[in-house]
């Protein structure tokens, strides 16, 4: 670096820390300052640069994706961190903010390699090691004992959802992003679940990974211009109890308390405003694709 | 202490999954009621709208006199055991007791006190410094307990509390269970899959399917009266018997024709199926296995319901015995003294007790003659 480029450098330092530093020379790569620093910009730098520099800011960094393989490598070691553990991520969401990356720490923290760190005030991920044969049942009971655990010590509702078994801190950030999307599809689909595996997605992940402009152009093609179909909370009912039974008319019209062919003339009028006739089962499967991809579409304008 | 009013209660996730339809429910202060169904019945999520950990859709949820549907969890006066427990492995069991509490800010002597209460009532006092480690799965599952009991809550909700235990470990705690509420006389609702459970635990049970409430009743009247299908089937290990039955309608009686035999009900089970116009429609005949005898006495002073069949299975279970049979295609099973001398390949004269004798349509599902 020569004394310009260093100029530059410290020119922004002073404009992102409120310092009033200059350089004075620059021999052998250091550069010699002059000038005030803010005490409390200093603690914070050092406070962030130890935090870096544990487990918990080594895994932060592996989950980001800052680190690249060789580098994880490198650090795993000095962390403690073995390369032929297998470890797997999960992901905890609460409705407010809450104390349950404590309450978790309490429980599950200090055996083994678990770690749990918060990354905001509703959110928590549990790097958990795993051991046995039978990890994913290990998995789901632990998500289902966090459940519960958060449930009755803090009264809170709260979501665990997790990613695929994987050796060595290497992996740990696939599993982390498998948790992660199992989240967001359970958030769009499968809202009853309150632990979700990455394996347990179903069609929902496929939708999921469809970019917005073909969803579009499917509601499109199935809705016309409108890109949604207009139904009522009934027969959202209708449909959803006909799905559940299995396209059976007779356990749906019993679910529904109505006689078999008011099911069946109200199948009939869905079909003259949709064009899509729900006992042919072709039909019946566009329609449950088109309510998904009509909800994926909701929320991804929701959240954009 | 608490009553709870549950008032035209549904739940309705965002994607129109139905979990709970239409639920009405008056339950009474220190009453033990228990949710019985099978998986994803609704029952799970009845118990977690109670709780506040599931938004209810619509209707109404009172706890006493206050109307809590959107009142915090925290603030509902209740206090929660699952079956998925955890205990502070590190920390001793007066602290598993206490942290709750701790993270709720409650003043030191106050936590002391409720603690020491809590493990009184639980005969945990002994063991309040020992480690979960070192505690049985059924003191274990007692420390739970004791963490919601520390609460003194005015309702306590269990969602199969047991259901992690070895068969011998819950019959043991569910006997700890019903000394907890005769102690503590508060407002108990438990959710079980298992109908033995039910039975033994509750004052009420509330059957479910499909989200729906199929039959509340008393535990005897549950097993003597079923409203239903379902609850006839669910309610009973072994399950009652099911058979296809055509009715014939002679003068004032009905006739059930079942394997080439009519068989004459009662006055009173007759009325009813005649004044429903089933005369010449097929029904579901249904008798639970201690009602069919093979003992001779009873053959003998039953024979309008006598019927042959052949065993294919015995199963001797110490103070009972279980006969398989098949009647028309249909299998039936038995539950006989130990002593019968009905072997596998036997053919047993079999008697039904009339009276005990249910009768469902076919189409409905309900019951016709109770």
């Known amino acids: ?304 | 202490m608490a009553s709870l009013s549950l008032k035209n209660i549904c739940k309705v996730y965002p994607n129109g999954f139905e979990a709970v339809k239409d639920f009405n429910l008056e339950i009474a202060d220190q009453e033990f009621i228990i949710f019985v169904g099978p998986s994803g019945c609704g029952k799970s999520t009845t118990l977690r709208m109670i709780a506040g950990l599931e938004d209810i859709s619509s209707g109404e949820l009172r706890i006493g006199d206050r109307l809590v549907n959107d009142v915090e969890p925290k603030d509902r006066d209740i206090a929660m055991v699952f079956q998925n427990y955890a205990l502070y492995p590190h920390m001793t069991v007066y602290d598993n007791m206490a942290f709750g509490l701790k993270l709720r800010k409650v003043p030191s002597d106050e936590i002391d006190k409720m603690v020491k209460e809590a493990a009184k009532i639980l005969d945990l006092v002994p063991y309040l410094e020992r480690k979960p480690k070192a505690l049985s799965g059924g003191q274990r599952q007692r420390v739970a307990m004791g963490r919601a009991i520390v609460r003194n809550p005015k309702v306590f909700l269990m969602d199969e509390p047991l259901s992690n235990l070895d068969a011998k470990l819950r019959v043991q705690m569910r006997i700890e269970i019903a000394k907890l509420h005769q102690r503590l006389g508060t407002t108990i609702i438990y959710v079980t899959h298992d109908q033995t459970e039910a039975m033994t635990l509750g004052t009420r049970i509330v059957v479910m399917k499909d989200g729906v409430i199929q039959q509340v009743d008393t535990p005897q009247n549950l097993y003597d009266r079923p409203q239903n299908l379902f609850v006839a089937g669910f309610m009973g290990s072994p399950q009652m018997n099911f058979l296809d039955a055509v009715v014939e309608i002679q003068g004032e009686t009905a006739y059930l024709k079942i394997a080439n035999k009519a068989v004459p009900l009662p006055p009173e089970k007759s009325k009813k199926l005649i004044e429903g116009g089933y005369d010449g429609k097929t029904v579901t005949f249904g008798i639970r296995p201690e009602d069919v005898y093979d003992s001779e006495m009873m053959v003998e002073a039953s024979p309008t319901s006598v019927f042959e069949a052949s065993i294919r299975v015995y199963e001797l279970l110490g103070a009972e015995v279980y006969l398989y049979f098949d009647l028309d295609e249909f299998p039936m099973t038995a539950r006989v003294d130990p002593r019968t001398t009905a072997r596998p390949g036997d053919v047993v004269r079999f008697a039904f007790d009339t009276e005990k004798i249910h009768v469902f349509d076919k189409e409905t599902e309900h019951i016709i003659t109770n």
């Open chain 1, 1 to 304: 670096m020569n004394k310009r480029d260093a100029a530059e450098k410290i020119k922004d330092l002073n404009e992102l820390t409120g310092a009033g530093l200059k350089v004075e020379s620059i021999k052998n790569g250091d550069i010699t300052l002059h000038g005030t620093f803010p005490a409390d910009v200093l603690v914070r730098i050092i406070d962030e640069i130890k935090a870096a520099d544990s487990r918990e800011g080594f895994l932060r960094a592996v989950l980001e994706g800052r680190f690249t393989e060789t580098e994880i490598q490198e650090r795993a070691e000095r962390y403690g961190f073995s390369a032929e553990k297998r470890y797997a991520v999960l992901l905890i969401e609460q409705s407010k903010a809450g104390a349950s990356a404590t309450l978790l720490s309490e429980i599950f923290a200090g055996d083994g390699d678990n770690l749990i760190m918060p990354i905001n005030d509703h959110s928590a991920i549990f790097i958990k090691e795993l051991s046995g044969k039978k990890e994913k049942d290990m998995l789901n009971k632990t998500a289902e004992s966090i459940v519960s655990t958060v449930n009755t010590e803090l009264m809170e509702k709260v979501r665990v959802s997790y990613g695929r078994p994987v050796t060595g801190v290497v992996q740990i950030q696939e599993s982390y992003l498998q948790a992660k999307l199992a989240m967001e599809v359970a958030g769009i689909f499968y809202t009853e679940r309150y632990v979700i595996s990455c394996d347990e997605l179903g069609i929902g992940r496929l939708i999921a990974e469809l970019p917005v402009t073909l969803c579009e152009l499917f509601m499109d093609e199935i809705c016309g211009e409108k890109k949604k179909f207009s139904l009522s909370d009934d027969e959202l009912k209708m449909i959803n109890s006909y799905f559940d039974r299995n396209l059976s008319l007779a356990e749906t019209a019993r679910d529904l308390y109505i006689h078999r062919n008011t099911l069946t003339y109200r199948i009939e009028k869905l079909q003259k405003k949709t064009g899509l006739d729900i006992r042919n089962f072709d039909d019946a499967v566009t329609l449950k694709i088109a309510l998904m991809v009509d909800r994926y579409l909701e929320y991804k304008t929701a959240n954009s």
